[in-house]
Structures are given as C-alpha cells and as structure tokens.
C-alpha cells in the first residue's frame, strides 16, 4: 500500500492545475459513493412515516371537501 501512495504522490507532482482538480473532484466522487453505500434504509422508520403522512394526507382532504361543499352552499344563497 505504501508503495502505492509513493507512486500516486509522484505523479501527483506532474500533474497540471486542471488536471489536480480533475483529480480533486474524483477523490470527492469516491467519498460521496462510500457514503451512500454505506446507508441503511430503516423499513420500519419508512413505513410509520408513509403512515403518518396518510392520514395527514386522508384529513387534510377531508377538510377540503367540507370546506368546499361550504363554498358551494354560500354560492347557492346567493
């Protein structure tokens, strides 16, 4: 491994702007992938929070019907 390091820190010292930053970027490219491989998906979390929403979801709609069929019978009175 050590040698490995010695090779790359070589050719690191050839290497132009451009390509340092190229370089850069890739290195944040293998971290960002490392971090996202490493994720667990909690099923249970997901699953109470799909729920949680649902019903949100069912009484936010349930308020709208009662507000709309209100704005109907305003309508209809006047």
Known sequence: MIALKDFLSR???NLNEEQLQEIREFIAFLKFRDRKTN???NEDK????YQESAEED?????LGIDGYQELLKQAEEK
Do not use: D, F, G, N
């Open 39 to 41: 994720l667990t998906i």
């Open 11 to 13: 050719e690191l010292e």
């Open 46 to 49: 997901i699953a109470s929070l």
């Open 58 to 62: 069912r009484q936010l709609a349930e």
